[in-house]
């Protein structure tokens, strides 16, 4: 009836209750019903590709994962299809800049996340990964990491005014964008989770008008507003109801497989 082939799910909030810190079961069963009646399940995630692995132990396969904010866009296979990185001069500028004005840095890898300059708001993030801040994996010392290969995106811990000033700073190279208040994406200036699906479209020969996409924050909006079925989810912002073209259930109310049933996807 509604003529949908692909499937967009945001992972914080929407797929991962963060109160009850699982994926929600009925979610998950919903996905693989919906793999099975044909649609595409893809992922759009600020995640780095790590998160695939979470996503695997929870039962949740992706044909394809937009990660860092689709600065990357990977298949089932793990190879790369959009590989978007800063260049070595702007993340090095970068973080000069964060460094004189005493704002956290933290950039994303394929691989693995580098904190270059630590800040206490970093620590939920570290705990989602399993790692804790001493690890290795997220390196404090050696910051030379971005010399050999661009980072696909980052995150900044800085206040609302710092923020304004690194965006005036950067305008037109890349640009924070608000999180929670706290936290801020960090982004390349043309790059988000919409471009990324967007190359992905285009590579499958779908049209927007043939997806669904379901998130719970203003960082879901772009995608939200430019598929067929913009779902946002019942725990989500205010704002992002008002945009969609559908409210369901809260996370831990089955919000995902309801409105999967009720557009008769499953």
Not at 52 to 70: H, K, M, Q, T, V
Not at 112 to 121: A, F, K, L
Not at 218 to 243: F, H, P, Q
Request: some cysteine; aromatic content about 10%.
């Amino acid at each position: 009836m509604w003529g949908i082939k692909l499937a967009i799910f945001d992972i914080d909030g929407t797929l991962y209750d963060e109160d009850r810190k699982i994926y929600t079961p009925s979610a998950v069963e919903a996905l693989k019903q919906l793999s099975k009646n044909g649609v595409l399940v893809v992922v759009a995630t600020g995640r780095p590709p790590v998160a695939i692995r979470e996503l695997e132990d929870a039962g949740i396969y992706p044909a394809f994962f937009i990660c860092c904010n689709g600065h990357l866009v990977l298949g089932r296979d793990g190879a790369n299809i959009v590989d978007e990185a800063f260049d070595a001069a702007l993340a090095e500028s970068v973080y000069r800049y964060c460094l004189a004005n005493e704002i956290g840095l933290l950039w994303k890898y394929p691989r693995e996340t580098y904190v270059y300059i630590n800040h206490r708001e970093f620590n939920p993030l570290l705990e989602k990964s399993g790692k804790m801040p001493g690890d290795r994996s997220f390196i404090y010392g050696n910051i030379s990491i971005h010399l050999r290969h661009g980072p696909n995106g980052g995150c900044l811990a800085c206040g609302t005014e710092k923020l304004a000033k690194f965006n005036e700073h950067f305008l037109g190279s890349c640009r924070g964008v608000d999180i929670n208040g706290r936290l801020r994406d960090l982004l390349l200036w043309d790059v988000t989770k919409k471009t990324g699906l967007s190359r992905l479209l285009d590579m499958l020969g779908i049209s927007p008008g043939e997806c669904i996409a379901f998130g719970d924050n203003m960082n879901d909006l772009e995608i939200i507003s430019y598929v067929g079925i913009g779902v946002a989810m019942g725990n989500g912002t205010e704002e992002l109801k008002r945009e969609s073209d559908f409210v369901t259930n809260h996370i831990s109310n089955d919000g995902i497989r309801n409105a999967l049933r009720n557009f008769g996807l499953i």
